[in-house]
């Protein structure tokens, strides 16, 4: 195949393939958490730890990694703690994030507004083999966590004060999602860009929720369909020069309106059949026997 021949695109593509299973792994979380912007959060401040990769010389992923994790730290201090000014707080850290890395990126020897539109929008000729590489290494954290914690996570997820009388360690673990999301948008940032990594960790999930109702199947569609968009907008975006960020997030938009569509009339037909079930028991009456009667627990 033409687009397996060049190296950049090779590269592109496993690149594409760590996204797709990387965001919606840990969107999974943030939407039961009713958090679903806060990767568009961190990805305003992990632009300044870009700036201040170029600014400094080094790779602007790890850079922004360590930007990005410190500010999704203070983003969960915030919201646990900040409860009057907490809003306020935050609009301060994403827009100060956002203007001081177009700052730093302008005032550094290599930055310049095509690097910092790639980082805002993914390029696929950007990503490096030393990109590659770091992004591989965080990719690998994510799915630890998101797989080996899966329990822990969903349950803090769904009900932070049941778990906290369970026993789970509640603070730590959300610092752990804040960081995990963090790790996420760095790992994202050189194929679906800053601007846009929270769509990919968001919408997938939404998509898969339409037809499944489980939380494993939920987790094995999303990353399913992830995977699905982030391969089919690289190659879109090779064959027709088109910007690969914004064509991986409409593929996405496109499959959760087409699964919606999908699932609303075998939402009303479950919902009909329920209906009739209900009234066949109901005329049945209390003192009719059936088969299943008998049988003792």
């Given at each position: ?166 026993g789970l360690p509640v ?125 003792k627990v």
């Amino acid at each position: 195949m033409e687009i397996l021949e060049t190296a950049f695109m090779q590269r592109a593509l496993i690149a594409a393939v760590l996204v797709g299973i990387t965001a919606p792994a840990v969107g999974i979380y943030l939407v039961q958490r009713r958090q679903a912007l806060m990767g568009d959060g961190i990805g305003h401040v992990a632009l300044t730890g870009v700036g201040l990769g170029f600014l400094l010389s080094t790779n602007p992923i790890w850079m922004a990694t360590v930007v990005s994790v410190a500010g999704a730290i203070t983003m969960e201090l915030i919201r646990a703690y900040g409860r009057t000014r907490g809003d306020i707080a935050l609009a301060m850290l994403f827009y100060g994030g956002m203007a001081g890395g177009v700052l730093l990126i302008n005032i550094s020897d290599a930055g310049s507004t095509a690097n910092l539109s790639s980082f805002l929008f993914g390029s696929l000729s950007t990503v490096s083999d030393e990109d590659l590489t770091a992004i591989a290494v965080l990719a690998a954290f994510v799915v630890l966590v998101s797989l080996g914690l899966r329990r822990q996570l969903f349950a803090i997820s769904q009900d932070e004060e049941f778990a906290r009388v369970t026993g789970l360690p509640v603070r730590a673990l959300n610092l752990l999602i804040a960081v995990t999301a963090a790790v996420t948008v760095s790992v994202a940032m050189r194929v679906v860009g800053l601007l846009l990594v929270s769509a990919l960790m968001v919408v997938p999930v939404a998509a898969a929720q339409q037809i499944s109702r489980s939380f494993k199947a939920t987790f094995a569609v999303a990353v399913g369909i992830g995977i699905a968009v982030t391969l089919a907008g690289t190659a879109t975006s090779y064959y027709q020069d088109v910007p690969p960020g914004a064509t991986i997030v409409l593929l996405a938009i496109a499959i959760f309106v087409t699964l919606t569509a999908l699932a609303t009339p075998l939402a009303r037909r479950r919902a009909r059949a329920l209906e009739a079930s209900e009234a066949e028991c109901t005329m049945e009456g209390p003192g009719t026997r059936r088969p299943g009667d008998d049988v003792k627990v």
